[in-house]
Each structure stands twice: as structure tokens, then as C-alpha cells.
T-cell receptor
Framework: AQKITQTQPGMFVQEKEAVTLDCTYD???????LFWYKQPSSGEMIFLIY??????QNATEGRYSLNFQKARKSANLVISASQLGDSAMYFC????????????FGKGTMLLVSP | EPEVTQTPSHQVTQMGQEVILRCVPI?????FYWYRQILGQKVEFLVS????????KSEIFDDQFSVERPDGSNFTLKIRSTKLEDSAMYFC??????????????FGEGSRLTVL
């Protein structure tokens, strides 16, 4: 079974600063995928970034980067140059390499960006 | 850009009533999913669907739940007799073949179900 832990219920950051959202995971699978979703107040789930367990380089997508430390089983999301529109809930999630994307989500971190 | 659409956006129902939530996945996707999020809690997997049958389901997806792809475009979630604890946001998602392995699911905007 997979487990995702997000220890930060809420984070504050000032506009234009960088912020790191923590995520640790637990799995017995050798191969898995890790990723982050954003959920703004409107409720939809927006895919942000993906990291495969065998990827040697950390994933980056624009202002988002995933700090993947396999030995520590952590997959922190780094948002550079925060914008007011980044205020949202952020969910870390993972899938086993079983062939079907049954996502296991963490409890989420609420990010608030202030002017 | 193609998107997953869900209807209704919000439904209020009496306990014990049947509810059908509808989803139109992205047209060339092959894998379909339902997730739910109880207010203030994490998103939970309900069921995945491929090739006109359920491929995986969670413990939450008991006999009160069913899914169907009645035609080539719609994907529905039916709750036969709603309970108070079914109140949640229900998300439909779809993915193409690559998304099965990368986790790049495309979510709809959700259907909020309130059971009174």
C-alpha cells in the first residue's frame, strides 16, 4: 500500500518569493510515479508536475520543480517567484507502476500568497 | 484545449434517493476514473474503468455505486441510495495511454453532492 504525508497544513509566502511544499511517501513498489496537483478555490484539480522513480533528474515545469530525494522518500514541490494566483490547495500524490493510475493523495497543503 | 466536463456542478438530494453524476471525458482517452473529496479531506480513489469494464475499485466503491459508459461519450457514476456520508465533491478524470503510467490525469471541475 502507498501512503503520502504532507505535514504542512498551510503555508504563507510573499509574492515573488520561492516556497517549498513538503511531501514524503511510503511504498514497497520499486517503480512508481510522484506528482503534484493544484486545487484552486473553484475546486478543479490541475495537474502540475510528474516525477518517475527512475528519473535521474528532478522534474521541472516552468516555475514548478520537484525536489526528488529517493533515499529520503521525499518529493517536495518548489514554486519559484510566487504569484497571487498560486494561492490554492496543493496535493502530492503517487501511483504504483501497476498499469492503472489509481492515485493515492496526501491531505494537501494550503498555500496563501500575499502581496 | 480539450477538457473533461461534469454535470451537474452541484446537486442537492434527499437521503435514500438515487443520484447520477455525468462526465464527458476527453474524446480520445481510454481510461476513466471517479474520485471523491469529502469537504476538508483528501481526494480518494473510487473506481477506474477501461474497455467498458471496471479495472479497479476501492473499498469505498460498494454495491451502492455503479459506473457506466452508456454511449461513446458519457461516463456516469450512479449512487443507488444516497447516505449523508456520500456528501462530497466527485471528480471525474480521464487519461490517454501515456497517462496511465505518468499519472497525468485530466480532471473535470467536479460535481458537488449534498445529501440532506
Amino acid at each position: 500500500a502507498q501512503k503520502i504525508t504532507q505535514t504542512q497544513p498551510g503555508m504563507f509566502v510573499q509574492e515573488k518569493e520561492a516556497v517549498t511544499l513538503d511531501c514524503t511517501y511510503d511504498t514497497s513498489d520499486q517503480s512508481y510515479g510522484l506528482f503534484w496537483y493544484k486545487q484552486p478555490s473553484s475546486g478543479e484539480m490541475i495537474f502540475l508536475i510528474y516525477q518517475g522513480s527512475y528519473d535521474e533528474q528532478n522534474a521541472t515545469e516552468g516555475r514548478y520543480s520537484l525536489n526528488f530525494q529517493k533515499a529520503r522518500k521525499s518529493a517536495n514541490l518548489v514554486i519559484s517567484a510566487s504569484q497571487l494566483g498560486d494561492s490554492a490547495m496543493y496535493f502530492c500524490a503517487m501511483i504504483p507502476n501497476s498499469g492503472y493510475s489509481t492515485l493515492t493523495f496526501g491531505k494537501g497543503t494550503m498555500l496563501l500568497v500575499s502581496p | 484545449e480539450p477538457e473533461v466536463t461534469q454535470t451537474p456542478s452541484h446537486q442537492v438530494t434527499q437521503m435514500g434517493q438515487e443520484v447520477i453524476l455525468r462526465c464527458v471525458p476527453i474524446s480520445n482517452h481510454l481510461y476513466f476514473y471517479w474520485y471523491r473529496q469529502i469537504l476538508g479531506q483528501k481526494v480518494e480513489f473510487l473506481v477506474s474503468f477501461y474497455n467498458n469494464e471496471i479495472s479497479e475499485k476501492s473499498e469505498i466503491f460498494d454495491d451502492q455505486f455503479s459506473v457506466e459508459r452508456p454511449d461513446g461519450s458519457n461516463f456516469t457514476l450512479k449512487i443507488r441510495s444516497t447516505k449523508l456520508e456520500d456528501s462530497a465533491m466527485y471528480f471525474c478524470a480521464s487519461s490517454g495511454l501515456a497517462g496511465v503510467y505518468t499519472g497525468e490525469l485530466f480532471f473535470g471541475e467536479g460535481s458537488r453532492l449534498t445529501v440532506l
